[in-house]
């Protein structure tokens, strides 16, 4: 149960660039969260952190805070692909920061989700 299999990854190119063409998104202050329906019915996450958030060390960090997080959350995330962009800022979070950013996140996709 508290696993992150490939299975539920975005590995490849082609699903990053539709989730960046699909207009739905989801702002925070470190974070940009797009998302689309996936064609499995089970949800898929993608972290991107490029260099100008930080060094390597720094976008490594973040991308492990994210994956705990959903890691440990997993059931409240609905059936879709998600990308999750770190912006600048999000290396000065530490792991409630993420918690509290993300949290809004699932229950603003919870909710986007069912009026769909």
Known sequence: ??????DERL???????RLSESSRKISTPCFLVLWAAGPDPACRIGITVSRKVGNAVTRNRIK???REYYRLHKALFPPLDI???ARRGADKLDYQGVCKELDRVVERLAGLTRSC
């Open 1 to 6: 149960m508290f696993t992150f299999t490939k």
């Open 83 to 85: 990308n999750i962009i």
């Open 64 to 66: 492990r805070l994210v």
């Open 11 to 17: 590995l490849k190119r082609v699903d990053f660039l």
